[in-house]
Each structure stands twice: as structure tokens, then as C-alpha cells.
Nanobody
Framework: QVQLVESGGGLVQAGGSLRLSCAAS????????MAWFRQTPGKDREFVAA????????DYTGSVKDRFKISRDNAKNTVDLQMNTLKPEDTAVYYC????????????????WGRGTQVTVSS
């Protein structure tokens, strides 16, 4: 059974940092492109960042570029999202997702999803 489990969410003040982690079981992440998405109530799930299976290519949505960094450790079967200089508008549930080959910036075709971790940034 494939599982992606996110952790590291919480409450932080604006300007602070959090590091999210996504751990996989039943799946070798080294074969998969990985991404982080986020969602707030009443809105579509939006792309945040993605990383290729090797870690050599990354992609970010404009609002988090230069503040967030996605990384992966294929030996540990984990993918992390380092979030710095957090803003209240970053408040959302953050989800990790796995794609069997690529690392697109759209939610379509991502096969596996975690249940999400809540990030709340207070002003």
C-alpha cells in the first residue's frame, strides 16, 4: 500500500520558517517526480513547488520563489519543503504528491497524494 505522509506543519508568525517533510512507504520516490501543493477553503489546490526524480530540476510558483526550497533524499525516501519568510497568505493545507515520471506544475496526473499538513502563518 502506497502512503505519503506529510509532517512539519504548524503555527508560525509572519517572517518565520517551517520545514515540511513528506515520507513515502510502499513506493520508491527515486522513480518519481515530486511536488508540493497547497489549498485553502473554497479554493482550488494550487501548485507550490516540484522536483525531478534526480533532484536536478526544480520548479516553483512565482509567489514562493526565493522563499521556499524543495529538496529530496532518495536514500531516505523523503521530500522536504523549506519555507522561509512566511507570509499570512501562505496559510493553507500543504500536500505532497508523486508523479510516475515527470514533475508537472499542475495537479493533473499526479498519482499519489498525502493527506496534508496545516500551515498557519499569523500576522
Amino acid at each position: 500500500q502506497v502512503q505519503l505522509v506529510e509532517s512539519g506543519g504548524g503555527l508560525v508568525q509572519a517572517g518565520g520558517s517551517l520545514r515540511l517533510s513528506c515520507a513515502a512507504s510502499g513506493l520508491s520516490l527515486s522513480d518519481h517526480g515530486m511536488a508540493w501543493f497547497r489549498q485553502t477553503p473554497g479554493k482550488d489546490r494550487e501548485f507550490v513547488a516540484a522536483i525531478s526524480w534526480s533532484g536536478g530540476s526544480t520548479d516553483y510558483t512565482g509567489s514562493v520563489k526565493d522563499r521556499f526550497k524543495i529538496s529530496r533524499d532518495n536514500a531516505k525516501n523523503t521530500v522536504d519543503l523549506q519555507m522561509n519568510t512566511l507570509k499570512p497568505e501562505d496559510t493553507a493545507v500543504y500536500y505532497c504528491a508523486a508523479h510516475p515520471r515527470y514533475w508537472p506544475n499542475t495537479r493533473t496526473h499526479y498519482v499519489y497524494w498525502g493527506r496534508g499538513t496545516q500551515v498557519t502563518v499569523s500576522s
